[in-house]
């Protein structure tokens, strides 16, 4: 018996309205097996630490991994689609090949979805029966109420995804703060850490160190630092009971998910898993003594103590990063800049924190404060290995504070490194097509859907464009490509019934706009095309 299949669901009230229940969460049955220990009672030995989240299905092939819950602690799902052809090859290759396959996350051109990557990597894993069923467990507060839980499985279990079918999306029930159901063929539950159920057999336990500064799942904005400790979250696994005999942890800094003056958290989660209810180690005691000092505005206080943590743990990166932000605070720029050095000797990554900081500025939406960092990354290094990535996000930001004319001169110069970067040549084409050139637009989104032909994003922006241009054939064809892969969205369904009713096709409009209210029945551009097929006699 399956993880969640004893349990008879609550229908989705109005289609995703996850209506509440009282009924209590899902439990696993069956007996432990095989060589593990309970988390935070016996030592794990088998404990993971890398910096791509990706890294983790590596982990898992080479340690034969098989039929397994999937208990994953992390701000994003990590579960979108990979075609076939992609899954096979990552299927047949082995351990030692596998890395040739991961893509970095500031990779700008177009092998996307010819490799796995952060955001896609569990798909695989279920594909290849490494993962039987997923319990994603998301950062407090993101399912706090029963609108929370309607926004969840709209935006992000069905909005984000690729190839999530209307079934699948229609099945999606919810079990109080929780829900349940089966997303791209693998059985999901998702909730807080409080709600997760027993499991009575070994996981596989997975946290993305991004869980702890991931301030909603839904949002994804990244709090300056973590919201819940190491050893709180180890608390909680243990008397949940939860066992495992290999947690692959991940930093998740390249991105912008955890800040650089967190990632003492994963050295703090190592020592947890594999000690546990053992003391606070020296270095711990005097970063949290400087972590309340620096609260309590005691800046030179908190240097000190900050100094008194890279004595204690003389190869840590994060320690002497967080002293020289110290000293910076402090009014001590000479020793900051020392500090830095050291820190970035330790862990060349931090040489790109300007970069990383002006990420979490995006994904807190603060497009102002991240052009600044983007800028100042770029003055700063104008020739490295994420040019094009700093690029990239210097032009969204501009696009986003409505500087057309400035965006698009920066995505042409990102688009002279990295030609082929799909998302770029999005981007560029819809500010083209914004400001009336419908050529230059079709010309750049003709190249993106070649580049990737499976994205549903490009086909709708080109669906789109053809529409606008008068092209209303073409714009169905685009848009029925697009809706083929992202059956799910309501955005395509509007534009396709408007290209089918601009095409005399009343009736095929009609069931776009039929399924596109079992989707969001509130949404206002689809109830109003929907009245106005109605008075032209179509029905509904």
């Known amino acids: 018996m399956g993880l969640f299949s004893r349990y008879l669901p609550v229908l989705l009230a109005a289609v995703l309205g996850l209506a509440g229940c009282s009924e209590p969460l899902p439990t696993v049955g069956g007996k432990v097996v095989g060589i593990s220990g309970q988390v935070g009672v016996e030592s794990i030995r088998a404990v993971r630490l890398f910096e791509n989240h990706s890294t983790a299905l590596i982990e898992w092939h080479r340690a034969g991994v098989r039929d397994r819950v999937l208990v994953h602690l992390d701000g994003h799902s990590d579960l979108d689609w990979l075609p ?13 090949e596998l890395p040739g396959l991961e893509l970095h996350p500031y990779t700008m051109d177009g092998t996307a979805l010819s490799r796995f990557g952060i955001w896609n990597f569990i798909y695989p894993a279920a594909r290849m029966g490494i993962v039987r069923e997923l319990v994603w467990v998301v950062p407090d507060g993101s399912l706090a109420d029963a609108e929370a839980v309607m926004r969840m499985a709209r935006e992000i279990l069905v909005g984000k995804l690729e190839m999530v079918s209307v079934a699948e999306a229609l099945s999606l029930k919810s079990i109080g703060r929780a829900i349940q159901g089966e997303i791209l063929g693998v059985p999901i539950l998702v909730c807080e850490i409080g709600d997760l159920p027993a499991i009575h057999e070994p996981v596989l336990l997975d946290v993305d160190l991004d869980y702890f500064t991931t301030a909603s799942a839904i949002s994804q904005a990244v709090t300056d630092g973590p919201w819940i400790t190491p050893r709180a979250v180890i608390d909680v696994l243990e ?5 495992t005999d290999l947690v692959t942890l991940s930093y998740s800094t390249i991105g912008g998910f955890l800040p650089p003056g967190s990632r003492w958290i994963g050295p703090a989660m190592v020592h947890e898993l594999r000690n546990p209810r053992a003391a606070l180690p020296a270095g711990d005691r005097a970063r949290m003594q400087a972590q309340e000092a620096m609260e309590d505005g005691h800046t030179g206080r908190a240097a000190e103590l900050y100094g008194a943590w890279t004595r ?4 840590s990166a994060c320690s002497w990063f967080s002293y020289a932000r110290a000293l910076d605070r402090a009014g001590r720029p000479e020793e900051a ?3 830095r050095r050291q820190a970035v000797a330790l862990d060349p990554i931090l040489a790109h924190e300007t970069l990383f900081e002006g990420d979490r500025l995006w994904f807190n939406r603060d497009y102002a404060s991240a052009l600044v960092e983007f800028e100042r990354y ?19 930001c501009l696009m986003r504070l409505n500087r057309d004319v400035e965006a698009a001169e920066v995505f042409r110069r990102m688009l002279e490194l990295a030609p082929d970067h799909g998302d770029s040549l999005l981007d560029l084409g819809i500010l083209l097509r914004e400001g009336g050139d419908m050529d230059g637009a079709l010309e750049l989104l003709r190249k993106a859907r070649e580049i990737l032909p499976d994205r549903s994003d490009y086909a709708r922006a080109l669906g789109t464009t053809y529409l606008l241009n008068g092209d209303v054939e073409s714009a169905v064809t685009e848009l029925q490509a697009a809706l083929d892969r992202k059956p799910t969205s309501v955005i395509i369904r509007r534009n396709l019934a408007i290209a089918l009713i601009q095409g005399n096709r009343p009736v095929e409009a009609a069931e776009q706009i039929r399924t596109a209210l079992l989707l969001d029945p509130a949404n206002p551009a689809i109830r109003q095309i929907a009245l106005q097929l109605q008075r032209a006699g179509v029905s509904l």
């Open 84 to 96: 076939d052809i992609t899954v096979a090859r990552i299927a047949a290759a082995r351990p030692d």
């Open 239 to 243: 008397k949940k009971q939860i066992r």
């Open 312 to 315: 204690a743990e003389p190869d």
């Open 337 to 339: 800049a020392v500090a």
């Open 378 to 396: 770029l003055e700063r290094l104008p020739v490295g290995p994420f040019t094009a990535y700093a690029l990239r996000r210097q032009g969204g």
